[in-house]
């Protein structure tokens, strides 16, 4: 928490609802969410934030991947671990982003409670 608090992407809660987001700090008419109340196998939408950070305190790079559900979870860790990702973001990226700090928001499509691969929504670098 401590390593992403001030990021541009966020988790969010709606009060009273089970409706979670992520939301965009510098974009606040941009969100995605998911109604957690729905049956798996109505939802057809799920997203996820991976985020690349350097940690001060540890002096270390630290790579987190959460989705609002679980399929959005599996559609970050595809997204982590197939190499075609990776390529598809870097054609997307600055020059020399394997040295900044990234988020990446990506949605999975939901077929019969089931997730498709990950897309790239929207990506910070800085």
Not at 95 to 109: A, G, P
């Amino acid at each position: 928490m401590r390593l992403t608090e001030g990021s541009r992407f966020t988790f969010a809660r709606d009060p009273n609802t089970l409706t979670f987001r992520i939301k965009d700090r510098q974009n606040p008419s941009a969100n995605w969410p998911v109604d957690m109340a729905m049956p798996l196998d109505s939802q057809t939408a799920d997203y996820a934030v991976v985020s690349r950070v350097f940690d001060s305190t540890t002096q270390r790079i630290v790579v987190m991947a959460a989705g609002i559900g679980a399929l959005g979870t599996i559609a970050a860790g595809e997204f982590l671990t197939d190499p075609q990702y990776m390529r598809a973001l870097s054609a997307q990226a600055p020059k020399n982003w394997q040295l900044k700090n990234v988020q990446v928001v990506l949605t999975t499509q939901v077929i019969n409670g089931h997730s498709g691969p990950p897309r790239v929504v929207v990506a910070n670098f800085w």
